[in-house]
T-cell receptor, first 115, second 116 residues
Framework: EPEVTQTPSHQVTQMGQEVILRCVPI?????FYWYRQILGQKVEFLVS????????KSEIFDDQFSVERPDGSNFTLKIRSTKLEDSAMYFC?????????????FGEGSRLTVL | GDSVTQMEGPVTLSEEAFLTINCTYT??????LFWYVQYPGEGLQLLLK?????DKGSNKGFEATYRKETTSFHLEKGSVQVSDSAVYFC???????????????FGKGITLSVRP
């Protein structure tokens, strides 16, 4: 069964360093998302991406964050200069279509620890 | 804005016990409602969904009914198994939004542990 894959599963980095989290969405999906979950808190929407551009982003997704689909298969989330509060589990998701009823397929998550 | 509230956890039950996990929501219009589950070491998986009032979603013995009058979507299972131990997330998606703006809004999640 097709699945969304994420790498790395866990990354530890120093504050101020750049981090890139990678995702390979399901191949025939067109819509891509990043969510994050800080330990003990809600899963929060970060950004959605369609047709090679950001469709929507949350207040969390500030100038330190960027997304890219560099080669038609990978979908990356970059954090330019990590802060302690960026420590979280980051989930990538993809879907075939939009609207209110479609299913999002999630990856297993990438745990980011900022020291 | 849209929001989802789940009961506080964690929840620990014995095998074959009855499970209820409460979920209420606040949203404009008529959102679709979802339960996602995350088993240990795995990603979020859709468990069930309901797209309109009075719809009942069901899967793997779990059920949830979309109650517009109480803005609730409580998850139930008549007899839990050890293999049901996981984190359960209630979520909504608002079809008022078009394009990729129809993001999921999640609750906090609740950890269920089932003892043999």
């Amino acid at each position: 069964e097709p699945e969304v894959t994420q790498t790395p599963s866990h990354q530890v980095t120093q504050m101020g360093q750049e981090v890139i989290l990678r995702c390979v969405p399901i191949s025939n999906h067109l819509y891509f998302y990043w969510y994050r979950q800080i330990l003990g808190q809600k899963v929060e929407f970060l950004v959605s991406f369609y047709n090679n551009e950001i469709s929507e982003k949350s207040e969390i997704f500030d100038d330190q964050f960027s997304v890219e689909r560099p080669d038609g298969s990978n979908f990356t989330l970059k954090i330019r200069s990590t802060k302690l509060e960026d420590s979280a589990m980051y989930f990538c998701a993809s879907s075939k279509g939009t609207g209110g009823t479609g299913e999002l397929f999630f990856g297993e998550g990438s745990r980011l620890t900022v020291l | 804005g849209d929001s989802v509230t789940q009961m506080e956890g964690p929840v620990t039950l014995s095998e074959e016990a009855f499970l209820t996990i409460n979920c209420t929501y606040t949203a404009t219009g008529y959102p679709s409602l979802f339960w996602y589950v995350q088993y240990p070491g795995e990603g979020l998986q859709l468990l069930l969904k309901a797209t309109k009032a009075d719809d009942k979603g069901s899967n793997k013995g779990f059920e949830a009914t979309y109650r517009k009058e109480t803005t609730s979507f409580h998850l139930e299972k008549g007899s839990v198994q050890v293999s049901d131990s996981a984190v359960y997330f209630c979520a909504l998606r608002n079809p008022n939004y078009t394009g990729a703006n129809s993001k999921l809004t999640f609750g906090k999640g609740i950890t269920l542990s089932v003892r043999p």
